[in-house]
């Protein structure tokens, strides 16, 4: 039996499809790499937006931080400063910081509190019936004391640092931070694919993006779990949970953050859809790009298939041409030698 010969054009279309059919098929095979590195972009994803919350917290409140070292500073080269004076310092420390609602000062072991609230008249109050109280009993050495405590109907953050002036007098100053400035302040960030929860070493939540839940404590038994751990050992935790802000699927990292000198936690909650939609992002990219791929490839192919043709049939052709002008001279040949023939005889 003789073998199949395969024509020119026969061998580049089956060349061609073979190509073809590896390029899906090696681009199948990519799928099982492109769903890994789905993963780990989706990982990347998660930590990307929470540090961007995290290190927006961490600077925010390490600004609250500095309107105390500043009161501090003050105090500590300062030599019985007057109200006036005392007036003007705090005004320009809460130019300093949006979130700080009073400057206060109070003596050591004393009976009063000099406070200087924003946009409001100073005033002096009994230090034994003030809420802050419970902040200055616990102040000691050079440390940071803080508390979220109760100021009327508002849920207010304390910071408050003994220092010794120059003459040996022991002073407390005092920085309040009402929950509703902190939550308008840290709203005006800009927009992102996530939100924040700060929480206070007791668990309380000093911010959420809910204003209901400033000044209550964390409920969800997840997240109390996490805020034990973090607050414990001080190494962030992610877990998947519900979002009760949101009441859908959520990754949420934990993160510990040094506040007042204490151990504070910042919970870090990014939605489910935004990491999907990200990866479909990503996915249908990659898809495209195959598609894409396979395409050109295939235009090439018709390509070069229609170029062979036109090539084949220039050849065709020619041949064509070449046989026709052979046997115009074959016969021409073939004239002249019966011409000669006839001349002879």
Not at 148 to 157: A, E, H, L, M
Not at 271 to 284: A, K, T
């Amino acid at each position: 039996m003789a073998r199949q010969r395969h024509t020119p054009k026969g061998r580049l279309l089956i060349t061609g499809t073979v190509l073809l059919i590896l390029l899906v098929a090696g681009i199948l095979t990519a799928g099982r790499t492109i769903n890994g590195v789905a993963v780990q972009m989706s990982g990347r994803i998660v930590r990307h937006i929470s540090e961007y919350h995290y290190r927006l917290l961490q600077v925010e409140f390490e600004r609250s931080g500095g309107v105390l070292d500043g009161s501090v500073q003050f105090m500590r080269e300062r030599t019985a400063p007057t109200d006036a004076e005392l007036h003007v310092l705090a005004a320009t420390l809460m130019r300093m910081d949006p979130k700080a609602g009073c400057v206060w000062f109070a003596e050591a072991g004393g009976r009063t509190i000099r406070s200087y609230p924003r946009g409001k008249t100073p005033r002096t109050t009994e230090a034994a019936g003030d809420f802050r109280q419970r902040l200055i009993a616990a102040t000691d050495g050079d440390s940071v004391r803080s508390h979220v405590t109760g100021s009327g109907r508002i849920q207010v953050w304390s910071m408050a640092c003994p220092v010794t002036d120059r003459t040996g007098r022991r002073h407390i100053c005092g920085i309040d931070f009402p929950l509703p400035e902190i939550y308008t302040c840290m709203t005006q960030s800009p927009a992102s694919s996530g939100y924040a929860t700060l929480f206070d070493p007791e668990g309380v939540i000093v911010y959420h993006p809910d204003s209901l839940k400033l000044g209550r404590p964390a409920s969800d038994s997840t997240g109390l779990a996490a805020f034990r751990k973090v607050a414990a050992t001080g190494q962030s935790v992610t877990v998947h949970a519900i979002s009760d802000y949101l009441n859908i699927d959520e990754e949420r990292i934990y993160y510990p953050i040094q506040l007042g000198g204490r151990r504070w936690v910042a919970g870090i909650g990014i939605p489910r859809l935004v990491i999907e939609q990200e990866i479909d992002d990503f996915h249908f990219y990659t898809v495209f790009a195959a598609v894409i791929s396979v395409l050109f490839f295939a235009v090439l192919l018709v390509l070069a298939q229609r170029r062979w043709r036109r090539e084949y049939d220039l050849r065709r052709h020619s041949e064509r041409e070449s046989a026709q002008l052979h046997l115009v001279t074959e016969e021409i040949k073939i004239r002249v030698v019966k011409w000669a023939k006839a001349s002879v005889l």
